[in-house]
């Protein structure tokens, strides 16, 4: 076969020296309302921005003289081994950001090892990543919309597809403002205006696969989208409490987390009333700006729940490093959302391999030079967090 040329995209994914790389190649390929619906965040950003900003605080404390010729990523969440402590969280329109969608994040889950997460909003539907991810630890995330049945429509064509871990995101009782997307006027799925006849002219390949794939539709949800914050907030139920729950749990089979969770005595409520888990979450900044960062909030929540339930996080994870500081400091693992949306903006289902690629290599890099021996080793005594 003859080389590829050394420019070409593949090339420039599979040279993506980290995530922040494939942040750069997604923006050149992505037209700019596409690319901010993703790497954008409500009002100020200032939630975003203090996730992200969270990991440099971190400072590790490295053990020396340690055998470190092994270094074992893999762990065991929900009673299910998994290969390293990541799960691919839940994001709405993945195909929009490209045409191959949650798919291909699923297979690339699944090579890795590692759970996939659907969204409600998703534009895959639940049997569609089943058969695309067989072999695939594959979740559903709910967002409880107000006809209640059909919220029982939607768990049952979950767990029919064979998802066992149902996530009930619980921190979007009505739409955050997400000022780049109001700026764009951007609709779901995107249109291409008078101004957009420019953004054809800068990212062809990407109009090109939009305007030739499968056209964008919601997949277990009705309602045409397009103006995104509208409806949300016709569809989805402000008025759930944690008395729901109940009814949920009732009507899921499976494994059930909790993911939004901002606050410690959240946390204590939801471990008291049984959930397996909880995920340390503001969205990805995404809804209530300046909410708790959860990398800070962590160490609160784990202390709360005193192992009752299990404790994800996520928020700001862009490395393996950032991995190995949020388990070090109590997590069983993290959500990653824009890391692998830029993967597959960047370079479709090889761009989320690479990402996953560049957290597992960074992950064990990490667990060596720290002494720790493998995930299992990782505790509160490795990593704290400086005041700047
Ligand atoms: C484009 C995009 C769409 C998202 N859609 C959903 C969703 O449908 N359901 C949900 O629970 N969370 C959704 N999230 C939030 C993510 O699951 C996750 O909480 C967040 O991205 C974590 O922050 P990070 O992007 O810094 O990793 C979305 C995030 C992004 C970036």
New binding site residues.
Partial sequence: MPERPRWSRAARVAAAADVWDLRRLAAKRAPRMVFD??DGAAEGEVS?AR??AAFRRVEFAPRVLRDVSEAPTAVEILGRRISMPVVL?????TRMMHRAGERAVARAAQRAGVPYTL???GTTAPAGVAAAAPAGWNWF?L?VVRDRARNLETLSMASEAGMDVL?V?VD?PVAGARLRDVRHGLTVPPTLRWRGALEAVRHPAWWLDFLTSEPLRFATVDGAPEDLAGLTNLMFDPSVTFADLEWIRSAWPGRLLV??VQRADDAKELAALGVDGVVV?N????QLDRAATPLELLPSVVEAVDGRSEVFL????RSGADVAAAVALGARAC?????Y?YGLMAGGEAGVDRVLELLRAGLVRTLQLLGAGGVDGLGPDLVRLRDR
């Avoid at 959500?335 to 890391?339: E, T, V």
């Fill in positions: 619906y993703v975003l996730s992200v969280g839940p994001t709405g329109f969204s409600t909003m995330q967002y996530v995101t979007v993911k939004g979450s969205h990805g900044g995404r996520d928020g700001g994870v959500f990653i959302g824009r890391a949306l």
